[in-house]
């Protein structure tokens, strides 16, 4: 079956989708944390880090149009990759993500939750640079702490990844409840 959306839709374009196509899916796949914070609503939240976890199980009981959507747009069309190699037919990817979704004034659901992902990797990048910095006038070979994270922070902007975004999506701060992975994962598949 061919995919019979763009890989990628602008807000406009989502929710023309979302009121025309009822059975329409937004999945966010943002950490739990940052789905509390704000996300789209009717949106569910199945994060990328369980995506990946659960990638060799996974396939639609549907054929509904699917649009992925995270902070800006790079989670999900890794999630988008991953799907699509597990056989999920109707994928996009919110263009620009629910930052995008919000500069359009488009509705969000606000609540209690975390810290964005791209805000708590700035600040782990922000303080490891300023630590090897500051720590170098006592210990020089910690300037070489900075210039690792710096060449980190290059290759995440180049590959469009974020290695220190899936390490910090680890902690138990970002993680997903493991009684919640099969009710999480039916709102995509089922």
Same mark, same amino acid.
């Given at each position: 079956?061919?995919?019979? +959306?763009?890989?990628?839709?602008?807000?406009?374009?989502?929710?023309?989708?979302?009121?025309?196509?009822?059975?329409?899916? +937004?999945?966010?796949?943002?950490?739990?944390?940052?789905?509390? #914070?704000?996300?789209?609503?009717?949106?569910?939240?199945?994060?990328?880090? @369980?995506? *990946?976890?659960?990638? !060799?199980?996974?396939?639609?009981?549907?054929?509904?149009?699917?649009?992925?959507?995270? &902070?800006?747009?790079? *989670? #999900?069309?890794?999630? *988008?990759?991953?799907?699509?190699?597990?056989? /999920?037919?109707?994928?996009?990817?919110?263009?620009?993500?629910?930052?995008?979704?919000?500069?359009?004034?488009?509705?969000?659901?606000? &609540?209690? &939750?975390?810290?964005?992902?791209?805000?708590?990797?700035? @600040?782990?990048?922000? !303080?490891?640079?300023?630590? &090897?910095?500051?720590?170098?006038?006592? #210990?020089?070979?910690?300037?070489?702490?900075?210039? /690792?994270?710096?060449?980190?922070?290059?290759?995440?902007?180049?590959?469009?990844?974020?290695?220190?975004?899936?390490?910090?999506?680890? +902690?138990?701060?970002?993680?997903?409840?493991?009684?919640?992975?099969?009710?999480?994962?039916?709102? @995509?598949? *089922?």
């Amino acid at each position: 079956m061919t995919n019979a +959306l763009p890989s990628t839709v602008d807000v406009a374009a989502a929710r023309e989708l979302v009121r025309a196509t009822p059975r329409a899916r +937004l999945i966010d796949v943002r950490s739990p944390g940052e789905f509390a #914070a704000a996300h789209i609503p009717g949106s569910h939240n199945v994060p990328l880090d @369980l995506l *990946r976890a659960n990638s !060799s199980g996974l396939s639609a009981d549907h054929t509904d149009p699917v649009v992925l959507v995270c &902070g800006s747009g790079a *989670r #999900a069309e890794q999630a *988008r990759n991953l799907l699509a190699t597990a056989g /999920f037919a109707q994928l996009a990817v919110l263009r620009g993500g629910i930052a995008a979704w919000e500069q359009q004034g488009a509705p969000v659901t606000r &609540g209690a &939750g975390k810290w964005a992902m791209e805000r708590q990797v700035r @600040l782990a990048a922000g !303080s490891l640079v300023l630590t &090897g910095v500051l720590g170098s006038l006592v #210990a020089p070979k910690l300037k070489w702490l900075a210039g /690792f994270i710096g060449a980190g922070l290059t290759y995440s902007a180049l590959s469009g990844t974020c290695g220190m975004a899936r390490l910090l999506s680890l +902690l138990p701060y970002n993680r997903t409840p493991e009684q919640d992975a099969s009710a999480l994962l039916a709102a @995509l598949t *089922r």
